[in-house]
């Protein structure tokens, strides 16, 4: 039916019946999904599973809008999130655009008892994703108990950042950060256009120092090399975070995040985390095969 009709059928104005299909599409009570997948995503799929001895690999084609990637890598997590769930199951999780963009696509859950936990501090600035505020959200879709670093991501220097790590609640999140089902990451860059240029989460000349020490993205605010070593920088020292290395311990990792200009982190954070599962999109596919 059309909006037209729909508002007629139930005595409503078209523009209510607009707010409450946009506000269900929102909310994941009803989603749209496009069962097409290019046949060249699905050959892609199986290398890289082969390649890199995955549980899954999901590879995404490259839309039209560049800016478009994160929601559809976001989207085709939330649906594969959806068909893992289970019961008393413990999600870690990073955060950023891509990983904020499944939460449509997961239906809101009832009496799951599971745990989210979130995986690094807050920021103090913020514009559209906070760690914190993405556990705390996704929690509510599972109906999950939600466990918050409440601090901020970067601490002033490395002194304050250790007294911080000594207080009971922080301390009760880094300890569920080691016995995790799943971790949901993605990494970050250091490109113009990088969340931590973007919204000054870090001064210029730290992040050209970063570059300098071989730095080409990070994963939960920790930043590495192309070969997924985590470097030696002041910045690195200071980060209320959970150290990526130790998601070696959780049942499952599954890294979601894509775009080219992300190559060199991606292929980082593979060499770190040894994911189980991998969500990207068709040119980094590519690329991680043709090396």
């Known amino acids: 039916m059309t909006q037209d009709q729909v508002a007629q059928e139930l005595g409503l104005n078209r523009a209510k019946v607009l707010r409450m299909l946009?506000?269900?599409?929102?909310?994941?009570?009803?989603?749209?999904?496009?069962?097409?997948?290019q046949s060249n995503c699905v050959a892609l799929e199986r290398e890289l599973?082969?390649?890199?001895?995955?549980?899954?690999?999901?590879?995404?084609?490259?839309?039209?809008?560049?800016?478009?990637?994160?929601?559809?890598?976001?989207?085709?997590?939330?649906?594969?999130?959806?068909?893992?769930?289970?019961?008393?199951?413990?999600?870690?999780?990073?955060?950023?655009?891509?990983?904020?963009?499944?939460?449509?696509?997961?239906?809101q859950q009832v009496d799951t008892h599971m745990s989210v936990v979130s995986l690094l501090g807050g920021l103090t600035r913020v514009n559209t994703f906070n760690p914190s505020e993405?556990?705390?959200?996704?929690?509510?879709?599972?109906?999950?108990?939600?466990?918050?670093?409440?601090?901020?991501?970067?601490?002033?220097?490395e002194r304050t950042r250790d007294a911080l790590l000594t207080h009971?609640?922080?301390?009760?999140?880094?300890?569920?950060?080691e016995n995790l089902d799943t971790?949901?990451?993605?990494?970050?860059?250091?490109s113009p256009g990088s969340t931590f240029n973007r919204y000054g989460l870090l001064e210029r000349d730290e992040i050209i120092s970063l570059q300098k020490a071989g730095a080409v993205g990070d994963i939960l605010c920790r930043f590495i090399d192309a070969d997924g070593e985590?470097?030696?920088?002041?910045?690195?020292?200071?980060?209320?975070?959970?150290?990526?290395?130790?998601?070696?311990?959780?049942?499952?990792?599954?890294?979601?995040s894509g775009g080219w200009h992300k190559y060199a982190a991606i292929k980082g954070a593979m060499k770190l985390l040894s994911p189980q599962?991998?969500?990207?999109?068709?040119?980094?596919?590519?690329?991680?095969?043709?090396?």
């Open 49 to 107: 599973e082969k390649r890199f001895k995955l549980e899954r690999a999901i590879v995404v084609p490259v839309p039209k809008q560049a800016e478009q990637l994160p929601e559809i890598i976001g989207g085709v997590l939330g649906e594969y999130m959806t068909d893992i769930l289970k019961e008393n199951m413990t999600i870690g999780l990073g955060w950023g655009k891509t990983l904020s963009a499944c939460l449509p696509a997961i239906p």
């Open 168 to 177: 009971p609640g922080i301390r009760e999140v880094f300890r569920r950060s």
């Open 134 to 157: 993405f556990a705390w959200r996704l929690g509510d879709r599972l109906a999950a108990e939600a466990y918050l670093i409440a601090a901020p991501v970067f601490a002033p220097d």
């Open 22 to 37: 946009a506000a269900a599409r929102m909310d994941g009570t009803v989603q749209i999904r496009v069962l097409s997948h």
């Open 183 to 190: 971790a949901i990451v993605s990494v970050g860059d250091l």
């Open 277 to 291: 599962v991998v969500v990207t999109d068709l040119e980094v596919a590519q690329q991680l095969l043709g090396e």
């Open 230 to 256: 985590v470097v030696d920088h002041e910045v690195n020292r200071r980060v209320v975070a959970v150290d990526p290395r130790s998601l070696r311990t959780a049942r499952k990792v599954v890294l979601a």
